[in-house]
């Protein structure tokens, strides 16, 4: 699919901040979003609609703005409506190949049902990362409620590369329902925007989603 660049002073940099709890509206946005995309019968062709379940979300947010202070794209920080095929943007260029190109196919099929799969965040640099899990204590008061929603520089998939923060409910539902096929599952319950390629779902299914990062055997090391 051919890719038609954006002139760069029309996007604004935005610092990923930790994501909240509890936030209603945003959930009912999501519901809706799928909602909206389900069709009155059902249809013969798999890639035609969304499912109509959405990812199992008990949490999402509304990203803010940020002030990127000493943090920009080299560490993992990403314009506005950055795509999957931004190869110009740090963040996405920096991720796996494998991932990359699984998230790549994807954003290809799920464009023929109208859906844009974006990029939220994606690679990121430790100092990156300190700053996410330092912003979390801060909101949630303590290192073990934080661990819940960021994880350290030394376990995040995001600074090795190996995981992607979805942008849109759209998008999202639309993974949900049919990332399987192209190896991306969702890898926790509480993050229905974080997914990470596992190539044996295609053909097994994505394996079930952690509760929450701190379930993540990955996540004690």
Not at 76 to 88: E, Q, R
Not at 187 to 193: K, L, Q, V
């Amino acid at each position: 699919m051919p890719h038609v660049r954006r002139a760069p002073p029309a996007r604004r940099i935005r610092i990923r901040r930790a994501r909240a709890t509890g936030l209603l509206a945003a959930v009912v946005a999501l519901a809706v979003a799928v909602g909206h995309m389900v069709p009155a019968s059902p249809s013969p062709s798999p890639s035609a609609t969304v499912a109509a379940s959405p990812p199992a979300t008990p949490a999402a947010d509304v990203p803010r703005p940020a002030d990127p202070g000493d943090l920009g794209a080299a560490d993992g920080a990403v314009p506005d409506d950055t795509t999957v095929f931004d190869d110009d943007v740090p963040g996405v260029a920096g991720l796996d190949p494998a991932l990359l190109r699984a998230l790549r196919a994807a954003a290809t099929d799920a464009a023929g049902d109208g859906v844009a799969i974006l990029v939220d965040s994606g690679r990121r640099s430790p100092a990156y990362q300190r700053r996410l899990l330092d912003e979390a204590i801060a909101r949630y008061g303590s290192e073990a409620e934080a661990a819940r929603w960021v994880a350290t520089p030394e376990t995040s998939a995001h600074v090795s590369g190996d995981a992607v923060d979805i942008g849109g409910a759209d998008a999202m539902a639309w993974l949900s329902a049919y990332g399987r096929a192209h190896g991306l599952c969702q890898t926790y319950r509480n993050e229905p925007w974080h997914y990470e390629l596992r190539p044996d779902a295609a053909a097994r299914g994505c394996p079930p989603p952690y509760a929450d990062p701190t379930q993540d055997p990955r996540m004690r090391g």
